[in-house]
T-cell receptor, first 111, second 115 residues
Framework: QKEVEQDPGPLSVPEGAIVSLNCTYS??????FMWYRQYSRKGPELLMY????GNKEDGRFTAQVDKSSKYISLFIRDSQPSDSATYLC???????????FGKGTMLLVSP | KAGVTQTPRYLIKTRGQQVTLSCSPI?????VSWYQQTPGQGLQFLFE???????NKGNFPGRFSGRQFSNSRSEMNVSTLELGDSALYLC??????????????FGPGTRLTVT
């Protein structure tokens, strides 16, 4: 079992839809959780950064962490064609440790 | 503030050759990490440098090496290139990755093709 599992998609939605992206993980020591957006032929861009369990909202984006279920989610409201990209979840332990990434979910938002 | 820059952006090499990739972190950032991204394996951690010292290393063969200079700029080297080394190599910088809630910022990557 991989440490971080993420459905590769593609996930196709119409413009304006609410998008739900998810990752599951197996390492209970993970404390910091991130979502990155990566456009084609670009480096990943940090979208959301959360510590431990709970919700965090930033504009149209909401990140949720459920440590008891080892499950994290990213919700995108009022999705736009410009949101079409690959979304990567990433997580790490407390203290010094390296990031472990999911393989990414490709999202396609059609006008 | 300028972002993370990587050079070159694209590179084509032949099997058996060696290659050096360069990364300039965001001004003031002292931690630089390198990742390899492939369609099959996703993003995999190579190594991290802080103040010219390698602090952590991923599970890659010794053909992959790196270094960091006093100005925090970093280079990675891959010797005896193999076809499987074809990938996007990403550099990420942060103030100090070990200091707690430190975010990493990625550069655009160097796309290496080995023929």
């Amino acid at each position: 079992q991989k440490e971080v599992e993420q459905d590769p998609g593609p996930l196709s939605v119409p413009e304006g839809a609410i998008v739900s992206l998810n990752c599951t993980y197996s390492n209970s020591a993970f404390q910091y959780f991130m979502w990155y957006r990566q456009y084609s032929r670009k480096g990943p861009e940090l979208l959301m950064y959360t510590y431990s369990s709970g919700n965090k909202e930033d504009g149209r984006f909401t990140a949720q962490v459920d440590k008891s279920s080892k499950y994290i989610s990213l919700f995108i409201r009022d999705s736009q064609p410009s949101d079409s990209a690959t979304y990567l979840c990433a997580m790490r332990n407390s203290g010094y440790s390296t990031l472990t990434f999911g393989k990414g979910t490709m999202l396609l938002v059609s006008p | 503030k300028a972002g993370v820059t990587q050079t070159p952006r694209y590179l084509i090499k032949t099997r058996g050759q060696q290659v050096t990739l360069s990364c300039s972190p965001i001004s003031g950032h002292r931690s630089v990490s390198w990742y390899q991204q492939t369609p099959g394996q996703g993003l995999q951690f190579l190594f991290e440098y802080f103040s010219e010292t390698q602090r952590n290393k991923g599970n890659f063969p010794g053909r992959f090496s790196g270094r960091q200079f006093s100005n925090s700029r970093s280079e990675m080297n891959v010797s005896t290139l193999e076809l499987g080394d074809s990938a996007l190599y990403l550099c990420a910088s942060s103030l100090d990755y070990a200091a707690g809630e430190e975010e990493q910022y990625f550069g655009p990557g160097t796309r290496l093709t080995v023929t």
